[in-house]
């Protein structure tokens, strides 16, 4: 198979010991200081800035060395990543992590301070849960207000500290998020992913993404409410986990909220996890004053 390697990247493995420089375009400011986090597409790493006398830190987004290795995972991981630059370039808001600037296979974003929601769920007091929410919620208004619809909120895209930041928009749908010539390559769809069966990540979204092209803000909203069941029972809120069958899955009852959560979750949760988004809450805020009727 063909060699892709862009020349702006570096692929020799991290010195932990002595930071290196990497990506010859962002050589003259950024050094490199460690790996935050490898998936099968992407890889995150922080660097610092040293154009700045604060030594400000930024976050690296590339895709990961085996796909810069693979013509064709580059050409759809890059897609991605520029989808959710664009996605990220249109929002102004404390709860959504900062774009710096976006080149060829790469973004930089502001470091955000603090750990994911997976991460993090332990160590969590019950009025931080509830922080986290409220804040994730003021972050999905902003969102929805720019006409984009996340579509994977879920505990390992939301960063917490003191309040929620929501990353990773490469899921993201919104008009114009991809270019006209995307579009063409691609079939005429509006969206990268058109007809994919599936958007966004099995444990954590709602029954009609098994047509994404249904999926709108109160997709969103279940998926928050997911977060929450997560963050106070240490489950996704689907019964049966088989990735090999999405359409199948039970998705926790009424019943099962009330026996797994305290009492007074259980009004937002019920309302946020409804197999039809009709009966959800409508807006971010809507959800908000539900959980503010809780109480800190
Ligand atoms: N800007 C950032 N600041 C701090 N941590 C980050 C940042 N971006 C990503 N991370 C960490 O890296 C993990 C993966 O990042 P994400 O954007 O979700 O990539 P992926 O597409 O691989 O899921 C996140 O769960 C978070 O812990
Ligand atoms: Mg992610």
């Known amino acids: 198979m063909a060699c892709l390697v862009p020349p702006m990247y570096d692929a020799r493995p991290i010195q932990r010991s002595k930071p290196q420089k990497t990506y010859p375009l962002l050589q003259d400011r950024y050094e490199r200081i460690c790996a935050i986090s490898r998936c099968t597409s992407n890889s995150i790493y922080l660097y610092r800035d040293i154009a700045e006398t604060t030594g400000r830190k930024v976050v690296l987004k590339k895709p990961n060395r085996a796909v810069l290795l693979d013509q064709a995972a580059y050409n759809t991981v890059g897609k991605l990543l520029a989808v959710e630059g664009r996605a990220l370039s249109r929002i102004n808001h404390s709860g959504v992590v900062s774009l710096i600037s976006q080149g060829d296979g790469y973004l930089l974003l502001e470091y955000v301070h603090g750990k ?99 999926v709108g803000k109160q997709s969103d909203l279940f998926s928050a409410g997911g977060v929450l069941y997560y963050l106070l029972t240490g489950n996704a809120p689907y019964e049966c986990k088989d990735d090999d069958d999405i359409y199948g899955r039970k998705l926790v009852t009424e019943n099962d909220i009330a026996s797994k959560v305290p009492r007074k979750f259980l009004p937002v949760l019920s309302k946020a996890l409804q197999p039809l988004p009709e009966n959800r809450h409508q807006s971010a805020a809507e959800m908000k004053e539900d959980l503010l009727r809780i109480g800190l």
């Open 116 to 214: 994911n929601l997976h991460d993090n769920k332990r160590s969590m007091s019950e009025s931080a849960k509830l922080k986290a929410m409220l804040s994730l919620c003021d972050a999905l208004s902003a969102v929805h207000a720019a006409g984009i619809i996340h579509r994977d909120i879920k505990p390992a895209n939301v960063v917490y500290n003191v309040s929620s930041t929501l990353l990773d928009f490469g899921c993201a749908k919104g008009d114009g998020l991809i270019t006209e010539s995307e579009s063409a390559e691609n079939g005429g769809v509006t969206d990268y992913y058109g007809k994919a069966a599936f958007v966004g990540t099995i444990d954590f979204c709602p029954p009609e993404n098994s047509s994404p092209s249904d």
